[in-house]
């Protein structure tokens, strides 16, 4: 199994930034890709992106892409979420998962709140 524990959440104005962290622990040998999620309240959850481990390859929603980028730090088994040019729309309970090679995402944190007001 693996845990993850997402932190780095909180209240930042329209167009600010905000970098979330996804720390991984347990088998992390098994992770093949992470990803992050949000969901809106009444709204589906919706993937914003994720990056195959072993090899630095992220993908994006239209929705972030140019304004999130996702990173990993090898050493420190964390996963970064780095949110720039925030916008209200982006408010959002965000989460952290991870799934071996040809599996589906079954490894859940449990969420950190972002919101974006002024």
């Known amino acids: 199994q693996v845990q993850l524990v997402e932190s780095g959440g909180g209240l930042v104005q329209p167009g600010g930034s905000l970098r979330l962290s996804c720390a991984a622990s347990?088998?992390?040998?098994?992770?093949?890709?992470m990803g992050w999620f949000r969901q809106a309240p009444e709204k589906e959850r919706e993937r914003i992106g994720e990056l195959i481990w072993g090899r630095n390859i992220s993908s994006y929603a239209d929705s972030v892409k140019g304004r999130f980028t996702i990173s990993r730090d090898n050493t420190k088994n964390t996963l970064y979420l780095q949110m720039n040019n925030l916008k209200p729309e982006d408010t959002a309970v965000y989460s952290c998962?991870?799934?071996?090679?040809?599996?589906?995402?079954?490894?859940w944190g449990q969420g950190t709140q972002v919101t974006v007001s002024s």
């Open positions: 998962a991870s799934r071996i090679y040809n599996g589906q995402y079954n490894n």
């Open positions: 347990g088998q992390t040998s098994t992770i093949y890709m």
